[in-house]
């Protein structure tokens, strides 16, 4: 899987029957977004901690960077330069990085699709990838906090898996994505049989289209970038 996804609209009305979740007070619901790529802050769904805006366990939406930050990284954040946008679902509780999130700090991550690049270096075409039934729909995700330079950040990682048959030629790996009847038990930590939820979503409810090489910018934004190319 690439590193850039994409989120239609959503509602507060669709958030809460597909999580439970409790919006936050007097905020509109996240605005759409079409090139999320990492190190980009994006809306994530995970049980409260304390200190939120609802009490601690009650679902509830967050901005979280994209990149996973370890709790015992104590370095300033431009000197790391290992990638941890994705984290690999066999190797979670192996995980000097996630292992600990995995344990407590398990998240969904709102999406609509996701994009991959075929092809060789330099004339690689881009694909979205999304779900013929479903509008939207939530990677299984890390969440953490850390303290850096002074000041506490949310981060966040999204789960990987091995490819359908369907998306096998786009990419070595896939994202973990949940049915909707999965949302809570994946965030409910102290669950810790889950393994289940990592088989690759069947590619009989996925499909893939071209789009434009504009996506390659992440500067591009809008709805046109996920219109079939």
Same mark, same amino acid.
């Given at each position: 899987?690439?590193?850039?996804?994409?989120? @239609?609209?959503?509602?507060? @009305?669709?958030?809460?029957? !597909?999580?439970?979740?409790?919006?936050?007070?007097?905020?509109?619901?996240?605005?759409?977004?079409?090139? %999320?790529?990492? +190190?980009?802050? &994006? /809306?994530?769904?995970?049980?409260?901690?304390?200190?939120?805006?609802?009490?601690?366990?009650?679902? @509830?939406?967050?901005?979280?960077?994209?990149?996973? $930050? /370890? +709790?015992?990284?104590?370095?300033?954040?431009?000197?790391?330069?290992?990638?941890?946008? #994705?984290?690999?679902?066999?190797?979670?509780?192996?995980?000097?990085?996630?292992?600990?999130?995995?344990?407590?700090?398990?998240?969904? $991550?709102?999406? +609509? *699709?996701?994009?991959?690049?075929? *092809?060789?270096? *330099?004339?690689?075409?881009?694909?979205? &990838?999304?779900?013929?039934?479903?509008?939207?729909?939530?990677? !299984?995700?890390?969440?953490?906090?850390?303290? %850096?330079? *002074?000041?506490?950040?949310?981060?966040?990682? $999204?789960?990987?898996?091995?490819?359908?048959?369907?998306?096998? =030629?786009? +990419?070595?790996?896939?994202?973990?994505?949940?049915?909707?009847?999965?949302?809570?038990?994946?965030?409910?930590? =102290?669950?810790?049989?889950?393994?289940?939820?990592?088989?690759?979503?069947?590619?009989?409810? #996925?499909? %893939?289209?071209?789009?434009?090489?504009? &996506?390659?910018?992440?500067?591009?934004?809008?709805?046109?970038? %996920?219109?079939?190319?």
């Amino acid at each position: 899987m690439a590193g850039r996804f994409f989120r @239609q609209d959503i509602s507060w @009305q669709d958030y809460r029957e !597909a999580t439970g979740l409790v919006p936050p007070p007097g905020i509109e619901a996240p605005e759409p977004a079409f090139n %999320i790529a990492p +190190s980009q802050f &994006v /809306p994530i769904i995970r049980m409260a901690p304390e200190g939120e805006y609802v009490p601690r366990g009650t679902v @509830q939406l967050a901005p979280a960077m994209w990149g996973l $930050i /370890p +709790s015992w990284w104590n370095k300033a954040l431009s000197e790391k330069k290992f990638s941890t946008h #994705m984290a690999k679902c066999e190797e979670l509780e192996f995980s000097n990085t996630f292992r600990g999130p995995f344990r407590h700090h398990r998240c969904l $991550i709102p999406a +609509s *699709g996701y994009y991959a690049w075929v *092809g060789p270096q *330099g004339h690689r075409k881009p694909y979205a &990838v999304g779900l013929t039934e479903r509008r939207w729909f939530c990677f !299984a995700g890390l969440w953490n906090r850390a303290m %850096i330079d *002074g000041s506490e950040i949310d981060t966040f990682t $999204i789960l990987s898996t091995r490819p359908n048959r369907l998306v096998s =030629d786009l +990419s070595s790996r896939m994202p973990v994505i949940l049915k909707a009847s999965d949302h809570k038990r994946w965030m409910d930590s =102290d669950n810790r049989k889950v393994s289940d939820l990592y088989t690759p979503y069947p590619g009989a409810e #996925m499909e %893939i289209w071209p789009v434009s090489p504009a &996506v390659g910018n992440v500067y591009n934004q809008g709805e046109g970038l %996920i219109h079939r190319a």
